[in-house]
């Protein structure tokens, strides 16, 4: 392989990392509340707006429905609105972390349902109030599951980041179909599913390592 | 120290979680340390519940945080110094015995000890009143017995009310002074544990107490049969000091009759005697037996004849 195909291989890398980590953290801050607050409006949770608890479901039911690629073209205005350009690395996180806002969501509604309920009424009981609930026990015991969530997110990023090459995003996904697909590059393409693999195990490792060290319950240990 | 007993579904748990507003009845007050407090909103809820302790059977402590920070919880929650509570919380392991285990996470205790853990962390706040909702239903019998006396202790101690909420009579018969019995969302029956225990009014406790209730062996009781005969069985209950008396000597004495024993013994419920003694009267004499008898539910809290017993085949 030559060094300009190096070079370029080492290019794309670096932006499907930097599309990853941008969309992943606009997820995470976005998502984490937004998954707190679909338990928290439910019926039976501790801030109890059936209302509001609908809306946001139904919004994010929504949300997830649309396939990607439809959504990366679908939000085009939006994207030009916020980053004044509609491809380019900048251009692919916006729709990129519209897509993954929602999925984390889900994940750490799940997450947080998984608290047993026992313990928000003991802290109930003890006279802690809303806050204290979620910072002393739903984000401290649903913490392992969050972070397990939040990598199975990042590599569903990852997935999703090769797509955005269709809006001229970059990124290794891009790299693949402009010299592996459409130049029949056959050994880039291999190279890029390579480091893909490399890239989402190298992931998973820290991520499960992560969840290990964070679970006090006992669950995981031997 | 209150027991408050009843099958599964009785309605205790409701009735205990009514108590810090857990849950809202859907009619009637519940008023606490003279305050109604079920036209009170969570928030202002919230300080009430900080002088009402709770411990639960499956203790339900943070997995995420420390015995140390469990135990601070309820200090954290009030606002305390970080000294304050430091201070707290070591006073608190001392009293439960579980200095040792500070920085230990729950998944790293037994039963036992995480049960000591929520006993410390509901006693943080120093409570006016301590709830306690089957604190010992998941634990196996010596534990139970631990956590029991604990609880007496700090009762004793501290001077602090305790509601016990349990459906195993043994744990009633440790450590409560009175207990109310709960069927169906009612109280039915109510009063000093040796008085319930030694005469059981109502059907329910009476099929609570089953365990506890004398009975004659089964291999007489098969004998037994209606009427009165050469070995009739008459029932004797003894409360008190009635049980120190020497009942049957006394009987000979006074009417000739010679009563054997069958069956029986003297139990102690909060230091009160109480004793259930089978005994077995010659009935063939009639004025004799009807003069034992007399005797019997003068002396006797209670004098039943039971039938009579017949040999083998």
Same mark, same amino acid.
């Given at each position: 392989?030559?060094?300009?195909?190096?070079?370029?291989?080492?290019?794309?890398?670096?932006?499907?990392?930097?599309?990853?980590?941008?969309?992943?953290?606009?997820?995470?801050?976005?998502?984490?509340?937004?998954?707190?607050?679909?338990?928290?409006?439910?019926?039976?949770?501790?801030?109890?707006?059936?209302?509001?608890?609908?809306?946001?479901?139904?919004?994010?039911?929504?949300?997830?429905?649309?396939?990607?690629?439809?959504?990366?073209?679908?939000?085009?205005?939006?994207?030009?609105?916020?980053?004044?350009?509609?491809?380019?690395?900048?251009?692919?996180?916006?729709?990129?972390?519209?897509?993954?806002?929602?999925? #984390?969501? @889900?994940?750490?509604?799940?997450?947080?349902?998984? !608290?047993?309920?026992? $313990? +928000?009424?003991? &802290?109930? %009981? *003890?006279?802690?109030?809303?806050?204290?609930?979620?910072?002393?026990?739903?984000?401290?015991?649903?913490?392992?599951?969050?972070?397990?969530?939040?990598?199975?997110?990042?590599?569903?990023?990852?997935?999703?980041?090769?797509?955005?090459?269709?809006?001229?995003?970059?990124?290794?996904?891009?790299?693949?179909?402009?010299?592996? #697909?459409? @130049?029949?590059?056959?050994?880039?393409?291999?190279? !890029?599913?390579?480091? $893909? +693999?490399?890239? &989402?195990? %190298? *992931?998973?490792?820290?991520?499960?390592?992560?969840?290990?060290?964070?679970?006090?319950?006992?669950?995981?240990?031997? | 120290?209150?027991?408050?007993?009843?099958?599964?579904?009785?309605?205790?748990?409701?009735?205990?979680?009514?108590?810090?507003?857990?849950?809202?009845?859907?009619?009637?007050?519940?008023?606490?340390?003279?305050?109604?407090?079920?036209?009170?909103?969570?928030?202002?809820?919230?300080?009430?519940?900080?002088?009402?302790?709770?411990?639960?059977?499956?203790?339900?402590?943070?997995?995420?945080?420390?015995?140390?920070?469990?135990?601070?919880?309820?200090?954290?929650?009030?606002?305390?110094?970080?000294?304050?509570?430091?201070?707290?919380?070591?006073?608190?392991?001392?009293?439960?015995?579980?200095?040792?285990?500070?920085?230990?996470?729950?998944?790293?205790?037994?039963?036992?000890?995480?049960?000591?853990?929520?006993?410390?962390?509901?006693?943080?706040?120093?409570?006016?009143?301590?709830?306690?909702?089957?604190?010992?239903?998941?634990?196996?019998?010596?534990?139970?017995?631990?956590?029991?006396?604990?609880?007496?202790?700090?009762?004793?101690?501290?001077?602090?009310?305790?509601?016990?909420?349990?459906?195993?009579?043994?744990?009633?018969?440790?450590?409560?002074?009175?207990?109310?019995?709960?069927?169906?969302?009612?109280?039915?029956?109510?009063?000093?544990?040796?008085?319930?225990?030694?005469?059981?009014?109502?059907?329910?406790?009476?099929?609570?107490?089953?365990?506890?209730?004398?009975?004659?062996?089964?291999?007489?009781?098969?004998?037994?049969?209606?009427?009165?005969?050469?070995?009739?069985?008459?029932?004797?209950?003894?409360?008190?000091?009635?049980?120190?008396?020497?009942?049957?000597?006394?009987?000979?004495?006074?009417?000739?009759?010679?009563?054997?024993?069958?069956?029986?013994?003297?139990?102690?419920?909060?230091?009160?005697?109480?004793?259930?003694?089978?005994?077995?009267?010659?009935?063939?004499?009639?004025?004799?037996?009807?003069?034992?008898?007399?005797?019997?539910?003068?002396?006797?809290?209670?004098?039943?004849?039971?039938?009579?017993?017949?040999?083998?085949?």
């Amino acid at each position: 392989m030559s060094s300009t195909m190096i070079e370029l291989l080492w290019q794309s890398l670096l932006e499907t990392l930097v599309m990853t980590a941008a969309a992943g953290f606009i997820s995470f801050a976005v998502g984490l509340p937004l998954g707190l607050l679909l338990v928290a409006t439910d019926r039976g949770g501790f801030w109890e707006q059936i209302a509001l608890n609908r809306m946001l479901g139904g919004l994010v039911n929504a949300a997830r429905s649309i396939p990607f690629i439809i959504l990366l073209v679908a939000v085009i205005p939006l994207t030009r609105l916020l980053v004044g350009t509609s491809i380019g690395v900048a251009a692919a996180i916006v729709p990129l972390s519209l897509a993954a806002i929602p999925y #984390y969501a @889900r994940i750490a509604e799940l997450s947080f349902r998984e !608290v047993d309920n026992g $313990l +928000i009424e003991a &802290v109930r %009981a *003890l006279g802690g109030g809303r806050w204290t609930l979620v910072h002393e026990v739903l984000i401290p015991e649903a913490l392992p599951g969050l972070d397990a969530g939040f990598t199975v997110t990042l590599v569903t990023l990852i997935g999703a980041s090769a797509m955005a090459g269709a809006v001229g995003s970059g990124g290794l996904g891009d790299l693949a179909i402009r010299y592996g #697909y459409q @130049r029949f590059e056959t050994n880039v393409m291999i190279v !890029v599913v390579l480091v $893909l +693999i490399a890239l &989402v195990s %190298a *992931l998973q490792v820290v991520g499960d390592a992560v969840a290990a060290r964070l679970d006090r319950s006992g669950r995981r240990r031997g | 120290m209150l027991g408050l007993i009843g099958r599964s579904g009785a309605g205790k748990s409701t009735l205990i979680r009514c108590l810090n507003g857990l849950e809202r009845p859907d009619q009637g007050s519940v008023e606490v340390d003279g305050r109604e407090i079920t036209k009170l909103n969570e928030r202002e809820l919230q300080p009430l519940r900080r002088r009402i302790g709770m411990i639960f059977q499956h203790f339900n402590l943070l997995s995420a945080k420390t015995v140390v920070d469990n135990v601070a919880l309820p200090l954290k929650i009030e606002g305390a110094t970080r000294a304050a509570q430091r201070l707290r919380v070591a006073e608190l392991l001392d009293l439960v015995g579980l200095a040792d285990k500070a920085n230990a996470y729950p998944a790293q205790l037994s039963g036992g000890q995480k049960q000591r853990v929520g006993i410390a962390r509901a006693l943080a706040a120093r409570p006016a009143l301590l709830l306690s909702d089957e604190a010992t239903s998941a634990l196996d019998p010596e534990t139970t017995d631990v956590i029991l006396q604990l609880l007496r202790n700090i009762n004793k101690r501290l001077g602090l009310t305790i509601l016990i909420i349990t459906h195993e009579m043994g744990v009633v018969r440790a450590i409560a002074d009175r207990v109310a019995v709960l069927d169906n969302g009612r109280i039915v029956e109510e009063g000093p544990v040796w008085r319930v225990f030694a005469a059981p009014r109502h059907a329910t406790t009476l099929s609570l107490l089953r365990a506890y209730q004398p009975a004659l062996p089964a291999a007489l009781a098969a004998r037994v049969r209606p009427g009165v005969g050469r070995s009739t069985v008459v029932k004797l209950l003894v409360v008190g000091e009635q049980a120190r008396a020497p009942l049957l000597a006394e009987l000979a004495l006074a009417t000739g009759a010679r009563a054997t024993l069958l069956h029986g013994g003297v139990d102690y419920v909060q230091d009160t005697a109480i004793g259930a003694l089978f005994v077995g009267l010659d009935a063939s004499d009639a004025s004799t037996f009807a003069g034992a008898i007399e005797f019997l539910r003068q002396r006797a809290s209670e004098a039943e004849v039971l039938g009579h017993v017949v040999d083998d085949d």
